[in-house]
C-alpha cells in the first residue's frame, strides 16, 4: 500500500488544522493506522492510532482531546483533525500502516511495528 500524507501547514497557536493520510493499491479495511510526529532533533513520537477492525481509536496524552483522528472508508482515508495547536505541535507528521499484521495497542507507539509509512507533512505553530 502506498500511504500520501498532506494537508499541513502554517498556523498561529490556537489554531486547526486537518491532516489526511490516502492509502492506494490497498485498502485499510482491518489494519492499524497511525499518525507519528517528529520534530528536529528529536524521535518519532505517536500521536494517535485508529483500529479499523474494533472502529477504536488511541491518542497521546499530549493530543488528548485536542486532536481527532477519523477514518473514511469510502475514500480510503484516514484523517487527523488538530485544534488548538500549540508550539509544541510543530513538527513533521507521518501516517503508517502495516500491511501484513494488525498492530496491536501495546505495539502501535513502535515506529518499527509498521512496514508501510507516508512521506510526511510539516506542521509549523507559531506562538
Known amino acids: 500500500v502506498q500511504l500520501q500524507a498532506s494537508g499541513g501547514g502554517f498556523v498561529q497557536a490556537g489554531g486547526s488544522l486537518r491532516l489526511s493520510c490516502a492509502a492506494s493499491?490497498?485498502?485499510?479495511?482491518?489494519?492499524?493506522v497511525t499518525w507519528f510526529r517528529q520534530a528536529p532533533g528529536k524521535e518519532r513520537d505517536f500521536v494517535a492510532s485508529?483500529?479499523?477492525?474494533?472502529?477504536?481509536?488511541h491518542y497521546a496524552d499530549s493530543v488528548k482531546g485536542r486532536f481527532t483522528i477519523s477514518t473514511d472508508t469510502a475514500k480510503n482515508t484516514v484523517y487527523l483533525q488538530m485544534n488548538s495547536l500549540k508550539p509544541d505541535d510543530t513538527a513533521v507528521y507521518y501516517c503508517?500502516?502495516?500491511?501484513?499484521?494488525?498492530?496491536?495497542?501495546?505495539?502501535?507507539?513502535?515506529?518499527?511495528?509498521?512496514?508501510?509509512w507516508g512521506q510526511g507533512t510539516q506542521v509549523t505553530v507559531s506562538s
Open positions: 503508517a500502516t502495516d500491511t501484513n499484521k494488525r498492530i496491536i495497542l501495546s505495539s502501535v507507539r513502535n515506529p518499527s511495528a509498521y512496514n508501510s
Open positions: 485508529a483500529f479499523r477492525w474494533t472502529s477504536s481509536t
Open positions: 493499491g490497498r485498502t485499510f479495511s482491518r489494519n492499524t
